[in-house]
């Protein structure tokens, strides 16, 4: 069975770090990308952070460039968002997923149609 498991969410203040991991099983890693969608309250889903982890191929949103950094360990099957300088605004759950990684940056509908979601934690930045 395809697993993508979350971890690492937490609360934080402003201004601080944290670190979530996507660890995966049940699937071919390196064909695929892994990366990061999230949900504020009351807000859509939104894409975060991408890693195509064959080639290293990498996208961030613009709200968060400069400040998170996806990396990926392909020998334990998993794929690391470090997040530094944490804002209110980045409170949301955040879901770990897999798409094909011929689809490159990822949207919702390939998500939907081709990928799949995984489990969700929780990033709470207090200011």
């Known amino acids: 069975d395809v697993q993508l498991q979350a971890s690492g969410g937490g609360l934080v203040q402003a201004g601080g770090s944290l670190r979530l991991s996507c660890a995966a099983s049940?699937?071919?890693?390196?064909?695929?990308?892994i990366g990061w969608f999230r949900q504020a309250p009351g807000k859509e889903r939104e894409g975060v952070s991408y890693?195509?982890?064959?080639?290293?191929?990498?996208y961030y949103a613009d709200s968060v460039k400069g400040r998170f950094t996806i990396s990926s360990d392909n020998a334990k099957k998993t794929v690391y968002l470090q997040m530094n300088s944490l804002r209110p605004e980045d409170t949301a759950v955040y879901y770990c997923t897999r798409t094909p990684r011929d689809y490159f940056p990822p949207t919702m509908e390939v998500v939907h149609t081709y990928g799949s979601w995984g489990s969700g934690t929780l990033v709470t930045v207090s200011s």
């Open positions: 049940g699937f071919s890693f390196l064909d695929y990308a």
């Open positions: 890693i195509s982890v064959s080639d290293g191929r990498r």
